[in-house]
Structures are given as C-alpha cells and as structure tokens.
C-alpha cells in the first residue's frame, strides 16, 4: 500500500517515504563524481582540476530547479492539503512549464559566459580549453538538469518517491557507461564525461515530463495552466534558500578555487575537488531527506494538523543529528582510502585531500540540522527565513572564515574556515527556530 501524505509517521515510515528521495538526491549528486573519477585516473590531474574549476558555475543552473521543484512542491502539496486537487494540478503545471523555459534561458547564458568565468579564475592554456570543453558541453544539457531537480520535489508531492528514484538510477547508470564507453572506449577524455553527464542528465530530465504529461496514477498530471505571476513569485520566495544555497555554494566553491590556486596551484584545486566530492554525495543525504520530508511538513500545515507537523519536527531533528554524527566518523575514519580513490597516484596531493578531508568531517556534525532548518521554513511557506538562514550559513559565514582564518593559519585556515562557519551557523538557526516557534508550533 502506498504511504500517504495524510498518514500519521512513526520512524519507519517516515524513513520509508524518505529513502527514495535520499537516494535520488544521491544519485544525481554523482554524475560529477563519476566524472572526477574516471577524468582524474584516466585523463590527468590538469583536466580533473579544470573540471572542479568550471563546476561552480553549472551548480548555479542546478539551484534553479530545486527553487522551482522546493518551493513549488510547498505550494502544491499545501494547496493538496487544503483539499484543491484541480487547482493544485494547476499550479503544478504552471512551475513545470515556466521553468522549463527559464531552463533554456539561463543555459544560452552560461553557455556564453563560460569563456570570460575560466579566465576570471585564473584558467591558462591547457586549463582554459579543458574548462571550455567541460562547461559548454553541459550548459547544453542545463534545461534538463533544472527539470530533473524540479521533479525531485514534486514526485514526492504526487505521491510517488519511488518513480523518482528509479528515473534517477537509470540516469546514473547510463552516465557510469557512458563515462566508460567514451572515455576508456573512444578516447574521447574529457568531452567523453562531459557528453556523459549530458546524455544522463536529458535522460533524468524527459522521463518525468512524459510521465507527466500522460494519464497516471498519481496525485499529479501536466495540463492546462493560467499565468498566475503571484503563484510565481510566491514559487521563487519558497525556494530562494534553495536558490540561496546554490548561487552562494558556487561562490564559494569559487572562492575556495582561488584562494586555493594562491596557495597551493593545481594540487589544491584538485585536493578541494575531493573534498568537494565527499561533501556533496553525504550532504546529499541531508538534502534528500529535507526534498522527502517537507511536501509533507508542508501538507500537514495545510491541513492545520499540529500534532503531525510536531511529530515530524522531533523526528527529524533527531534523525538528522545522528546521521551527521554517523557521516562524522565514517568520513575521519576513511579519509585515506576516498583520498586514495581519486588522487592515489600523487603522493603529495593525496597527502594534502587525506587531511583536509579530515578536518572536513567535522562539517556533518552539524550541517545536516542546519540543511533541515532551512528546508523547514521552506516547507512552512516562508521563504524569508529560509533564504536568511541558507545566507548567512552558506555566503556570510563561510566567504568570512575563508578570507580571514588564512589570513592568520594559512592553508589550513582554508580547511578549517567551513567548519567555523557551519558552527557559528548552527547558533543562529537555534535563534531562528527558537523565535518562531510559537508562529508555526512545529514544537
């Protein structure tokens, strides 16, 4: 039987109606790392480390989607709460459309931006033609990339967790085969990946809108749609954390890349492209749980049901806070043998990816209650908060302690600076949830 939005959750089923999305969310978060992978071993440390050094900017196009896909997954599944099936299907259709058409908006323009972004970061001969070749390739396949993450949101929405994350697995594996195929195969180096990633991410993005556009048995379809610029803007406001989160992680990344670059050259960048790595496949853990859990914070709000909205609030908090802990300790514990995986055939820089690694894991201790913080208010319709928490935690905490602490320590300063930030954010998420939970009564 299928779990229901409207069903009361105890542990298991909360982590039932969950796993698909953490899993799909994880499996998106590996194309890049398949990627790395083979371009590190079987194309060389130049073209891995322009690989790293483009990517911030195509996270960009991906925060598109999870603004459409979070915010309007609340506002779908509250408006499904409040018992307005027709008119949720409407605002469905409505997200879907419009950002399929800021999909191909936004990837005419980082296609053309690609050029002056590698020289803005310093990228040279070599380099500079990797980065041409890596991020032009996938700025074609953007539109798709953005409806890939808008449908993660609302699969869930529409009841079926599930169908997304078999779309997902399909789109992994085929780019696990194309990398193989057109890297090992054809020789084709780092337009193989890139076209890999391409083809898997067109794959993950098509499936749904068939699906969709279809008779189906979910609580979804695509239809007929009126131009509603206020449920929109209100789309975008329930998602700006989201969007938040990506534009301030690009710069970040960037941030990080050249500071790294001053410091340390190629072997930085490629130690930060590891790291980078780890951080995204486990913190897609914690994003996968916030994209499985708040349609249906959201429902429950709609249907003004306190008790279920509480219920869900303790749970996840603690299931949040232990699986940091968890994440913690794995990463510390293994830190030489994912290092060796990607950059074992360098001494010194597997040297440098090993500690640094090791000083990142203290990240996941408290990161993934922070994620769920700002998905929360997301969920509860109230973008602001979202956004303020997503902002400061990702941009102003963290482009601080990179450009103060190495100041004072270094290259160590920029192994340490997140895990500052991620702290000094944990307080002022408590301060937020503290000042409103009498507003929402999420406890």
């Known amino acids: 039987m299928e779990i229901q939005l409207s069903d009361h959750?105890?542990?298991?089923?909360?982590?039932?109606?969950?796993l698909p999305s953490i899993a799909m969310v994880t499996f998106i978060s590996t194309?890049?790392?398949?990627?790395?992978?083979?371009?590190?071993n079987f194309v060389g440390k130049v073209p891995f480390a322009a690989l790293n050094l483009i990517y911030p900017c195509l996270i960009i196009l991906g925060a598109l989607g999870y603004m459409g896909g979070t915010g309007g997954a609340a506002i779908v599944a509250k408006t499904l709460g409040e018992g307005q099936k027709k008119l949720a299907n409407e605002y469905f259709s409505l997200i879907v459309y419009a950002s399929l058409v800021l999909g191909v908006v936004a990837s005419t323009l980082v296609w053309l931006a690609i050029p002056s972004i590698a020289r803005f970061m310093g990228a040279q001969g070599e380099m500079y033609t990797n980065c041409l070749i890596?991020?032009?390739?996938?700025?074609?396949?953007?539109?798709?990339?953005?409806?890939?993450?808008?449908?993660?949101?609302?699969?869930?929405?529409?009841?079926?967790?599930?169908?997304?994350?078999?779309?997902?697995i399909v789109a992994g594996?085929?780019?696990?085969?194309?990398?193989a195929l057109f890297i090992l195969?054809?020789?084709?180096?780092?337009?193989?990946?890139?076209?890999?990633?391409?083809?898997?991410?067109?794959?993950?993005?098509?499936?749904?809108?068939?699906?969709?556009?279809?008779p189906n048995g979910s609580l979804l379809r695509l239809g007929k749609?009126?131009?509603?610029?206020?449920?929109?803007?209100?789309?975008?406001?329930?998602?700006?954390?989201?969007?938040?989160?990506?534009i301030s992680g690009s710069v970040m990344v960037t941030l990080y890349n050249y500071q790294l670059m001053r410091l340390a050259g190629e072997n930085g960048v490629a130690a930060y492209g590891v790291i980078g790595y780890v951080i995204f496949l486990f913190g897609a853990v914690f994003f996968g749980y916030t994209v499985g859990s708040a349609p249906l914070i959201s429902y429950n709000f709609g249907a003004k049901n306190i008790p279920e909205?509480?219920?869900?609030f303790r749970k996840s908090t603690i299931l949040m806070s232990g699986t940091g802990l968890t994440l913690f300790l794995f990463v510390a514990t293994c830190a030489q043998w994912i290092a060796q995986l990607f950059v074992g055939y360098d001494?010194?820089?597997?040297?440098?990816?090993?500690?640094?690694?090791?000083?990142?894991?203290?990240?996941?201790?408290?990161?993934?209650?922070?994620?769920?913080?700002?998905?929360?208010?997301?969920?509860?319709?109230?973008?602001?908060?979202?956004?303020?928490?997503?902002?400061?935690?990702?941009?102003?905490?963290?482009?601080?302690?990179?450009?103060?602490?190495?100041?004072?320590l270094g290259i160590e300063g920029i192994w340490y600076s997140v895990v500052v930030a991620e702290s000094i954010a944990f307080i002022t998420t408590m301060i937020f949830l503290v000042r409103y939970r009498k507003v929402y009564q999420y406890y």
């Open 134 to 168: 890596y991020g032009r390739i996938l700025a074609f396949s953007a539109p798709m990339v953005i409806m890939q993450n808008v449908f993660q949101s609302l699969f869930v929405a529409a009841e079926r967790p599930k169908l997304g994350l078999a779309s997902t």
């Open 173 to 179: 594996c085929a780019n696990i085969l194309l990398d």
């Open 225 to 246: 749609a009126q131009l509603s610029w206020s449920v929109l803007v209100q789309t975008c406001y329930n998602g700006s954390s989201e969007m938040m989160s990506g």
């Open 309 to 312: 909205l509480q219920n869900l």
């Open 185 to 214: 195969g054809f020789g084709w180096g780092l337009a193989g990946a890139a076209w890999a990633t391409a083809i898997s991410q067109i794959l993950g993005g098509v499936f749904p809108l068939i699906y969709f556009s279809r």
């Open 31 to 40: 194309y890049t790392i398949i990627d790395g992978w083979f371009v590190s």
């Open 347 to 408: 001494a010194e820089l597997w040297r440098m990816a090993t500690h640094a690694l090791r000083v990142y894991s203290l990240l996941f201790i408290l990161s993934g209650f922070d994620i769920f913080a700002s998905s929360l208010f997301t969920a509860l319709n109230n973008g602001l908060v979202s956004a303020v928490i997503s902002f400061l935690r990702t941009l102003v905490f963290q482009s601080g302690s990179i450009i103060i602490l190495p100041l004072i």
């Open 9 to 18: 959750f105890d542990y298991r089923k909360l982590l039932r109606f969950t």
